[in-house]
């Protein structure tokens, strides 16, 4: 679960770390008023989208005249902003953040991330903070460091300082990043944060540290023990079937293509798509039906994958180890009956009770299409698709 810079900045703010004066308003009058609250002669006008890239698309404005910051809240409240991080429908601008202005000596980029594989939290930084941090890690990836943390030995300042040496920090401020560091790393630890991003984290006027943006992502599987945290949440920058579908317990993310995919095990989503793919298809969506999946959860499967106008043809791919081929298919034709589906959907089953699941299917007098394997499934749902 993302939270927005505004959110972030306030949790930054209580947990010691240096930020700007600044408010969040939702409509012009309070971005005015809280512009004169500041005491700045400089003014940021930021949009709150849960996704980077803002600066280089109008989500970022500043200025030196407090009567223009009214003005530039009003031309991005209500309105969406597209970024390479977005659709092409763009996240709703509902709030901005109004903060004080302040001189930039340097830029740089801080970051602290699971690292899946190393089963760890690590410190990601670079002398190469901004908008183009992106650019950096594809055309210089030797700009950016890294550190692990050794959980059996917990956070090293040795290693810290280390980190501030080969940004090029004077003395002082190598104190004050290691101070930094800490903070971000109790904060992470304290809220079950996956990722904390800091692009950039600047040395300001007076010499000193200051992050200049700031991003939290919650893991989701923690929310559960972060009541508070979970308030915060914005559903208006969530994709509304993907909301949907974790309410009814199902993975799914929406995805470009016209092929939905019905699949049990992420694994097994992955290579239906990949299949999907390499024989020219475009897959809609990754959808996880879960190992236990009943009846009752594959009809809202049906139910989600439908209500994206784009799809097609649907390929449901599944493979019966704790779930029963029977109960999938009770499912199928539920939803289909229930739903009117007038699309193909093409169906390769496997596993417990497969052959009296492929027979239920056949007997439903529903036009629906089996398929011998996974190859077969993802030829015949493609040409079904037009591809």
């Known amino acids: 679960m993302n939270l927005h810079e505004y959110q972030s900045k306030q949790i930054f703010l209580e947990s010691g ?40 698309v109008g989500g970022v404005k500043i200025t030196k005249n407090i009567d223009e910051v009214k003005d530039l809240a009003e031309k991005m409240l209500g309105t969406r902003l597209v970024t390479k991080q977005t659709d092409v429908k763009g996240l709703p601008i509902n709030h901005v953040y109004i903060e004080a202005g302040t001189e930039i000596v340097a830029e740089y980029y801080f970051s602290l991330v699971i690292d899946r594989a190393k089963e760890t939290y690590t410190f990601i930084v670079s002398s190469e903070g901004g908008m183009d941090i992106e650019a950096v890690a594809d055309d210089t990836p030797e700009k950016i460091i890294r550190y692990s943390i050794d959980p059996s030995k917990g956070l090293s300042n040795e290693s810290l300082r280390s980190l501030a040496k080969k940004l090029n920090f004077m003395s002082h401020l190598e104190d004050e990043f290691i101070d930094f560091a800490k903070k971000i790393y109790e904060l992470a630890k304290k809220t079950d944060a996956n990722l904390i991003e800091v692009n950039p984290l600047i040395i300001d006027g007076d010499n000193h540290l200051m992050a200049l943006d700031s991003k939290i992502a919650i893991e989701d599987n923690a929310l559960f023990r972060q009541p508070e945290l979970y308030e915060l ?17 199902l993975s799914y993310v929406s995805l470009d293509g016209n092929i939905a995919c019905m699949v049990n095990g992420a694994g097994l989503a992955m290579a239906t798509m990949d299949l999907i793919q390499i024989h020219g298809g475009r897959p809609a969506n990754f959808l996880d ?45 539920n939803a289909v009956r229930s739903s009117n589906i007038a699309i193909p959907i093409i169906v390769r089953l496997e596993g417990t009770n497969v052959e009296n699941g492929k027979l239920k299917l056949e007997e439903s007098g529903l036009e629906i299409i089996s398929a011998n394997d996974l190859t077969d499934a993802a030829v015949k749902v493609v040409e079904s698709a037009g591809v």
């Open 233 to 249: 949440r914005d559903p208006e920058q969530e994709d509304k079937l993907e909301e949907k579908a974790s309410n009814n317990d």
């Open 289 to 333: 039906v879960g190992g236990g999946a009943t009846t009752e959860r594959v009809t809202a499967a049906f139910e989600i994958i439908l209500e994206n106008p784009n799809v097609k043809a649907i390929l449901v791919n599944i493979f019966g180890g704790i779930v029963r081929c029977d109960v999938i298919a009770d499912g199928i034709i």
């Open 17 to 56: 770390i240096p930020v700007l004066d600044g408010g969040v308003a939702v409509s012009p009058d309070e971005a005015f008023e809280v512009a004169k609250n500041l005491s700045t002669n400089i003014w940021v006008v930021k949009a709150q989208v849960h996704a980077g890239g803002r600066g280089k």
